[in-house]
């Protein structure tokens, strides 16, 4: 496939595409577990504050989630604060009143334009049975910081929260958590498109929680004729674009990122405006573990970053 000059065709439109950085809110990997049964947290930090690196990841463990060990991870200092709890629990058998209330992981470095993961173990108490619980996360960075601790209220929409609180569903001790999905699709988002535009963006975190590799091979998007899976490149100082041929390499037990200034997804042929706000359906497409319906929100035009109302979609 030849270079698509940017200068060409795409014109202002697929511009504002190149600038913006991907932005999205922490995530849990496994959003389904058993009380009472240990559970492995891995929490997603996909983005910095701003344009500013992460130096400090802080997770407030909820009532109720006891023997948390948090994961060393190399390059940051592990810290975890202990409390009392607001009653007493039984862990194997005996009563503990006190325990793990703050995991924090600091003196790294995670660009805005990286994503890492980090890690801790614990167990949901049986009293939390049928609950959503959620896990507040903050990222602290040089000048500012960004804490993920809002939650819906009773019949609200969490996706229009600004910075949602990582969510765990607590299953009863006896019944059977749903199996991870082969591929998941976090934090879909595009922009806002000028009346008139034909292209548009399309950006998601991808990721594989099996341990065979696979490949975004295609997709389709509810506004726009047809979808395709594109790289940028810089050829002698400017910026191209080509279509992926072969698709999109996605690592066993990895993730794959669809951002600008790297590989993304084009909406070509638009069959009408792209309006701030939205929430437009889709589908990507995987070598493997087949199509994976994607809910894409629709940032302010020329944004620079996702916002906080990403979709968590599975197959």
């Known amino acids: 496939m030849s270079f698509i000059s940017l200068r060409g065709a795409l014109g202002a439109a697929a511009l504002v595409l190149v600038s913006a950085p991907a932005f999205a ?5 496994v959003t389904e577990t058993r009380a009472n049964a240990a559970y492995r947290a891995v929490v997603v930090v996909p983005h910095g504050c701003g344009s500013q ?14 023997d948390v060990k948090p994961m060393p991870k190399a390059g940051w200092t592990l810290e975890t604060r202990k409390g009392a709890y607001a009653k007493t629990y039984t862990l194997f058998g005996k009563p503990v009143s006190e325990g793990v209330r703050e995991v924090i992981w ?5 660009e805005d334009g990286h994503f890492d993961e ?5 167990r949901f108490d049986g009293e939390l049975a049928g609950k959503t619980v959620p896990v507040p996360v903050t990222q602290t960075c040089a000048t500012s910081s960004v804490a993920w601790t809002e939650v819906a209220a009773p019949g609200q929409d969490p996706h229009a929260l600004k910075t949602p609180a990582p969510t765990v569903k607590v299953l ?3 019944a059977s958590a749903a199996p991870a999905a082969p591929v998941s699709v976090s934090s879909a988002w595009t922009a806002a498109t000028p009346a008139g535009a034909k292209v548009a963006g399309g950006y998601a975190v991808i990721a594989n929680a099996t341990a065979n590799a696979d490949r975004l091979v295609g997709g389709s ?6 979808v395709e899976v594109h790289e940028m490149t810089d050829v002698a100082g400017v910026m191209r674009m080509r279509e992926v041929t072969g698709g999109l390499p996605v690592p066993a037990n990895g993730q794959a990122e669809l951002k600008p200034g790297g590989y993304h997804l084009m909406f070509m042929d638009l069959k009408r405006q792209l309006k701030e706000g939205e929430t437009l359906k889709g589908t990507l497409v995987f070598e493997k573990a087949g199509a994976v319906p994607v809910e894409f929100a629709v940032r302010p035009l020329g944004s620079k970053d996702a916002g906080a109302g990403g979709h968590h979609n599975h197959h």
């Open 106 to 110: 600091r003196g790294g470095n995670l």
């Open 221 to 226: 998007f509810e506004a726009a004729g047809r």
């Open 172 to 174: 009863a001790a006896n």
């Open 53 to 66: 690196a992460t130096h400090t990841v802080t997770v407030a463990i909820p009532e109720g989630m006891v």
């Open 25 to 29: 809110h922490a995530t849990l990997a």
């Open 118 to 122: 980090f890690v801790f173990r614990g």
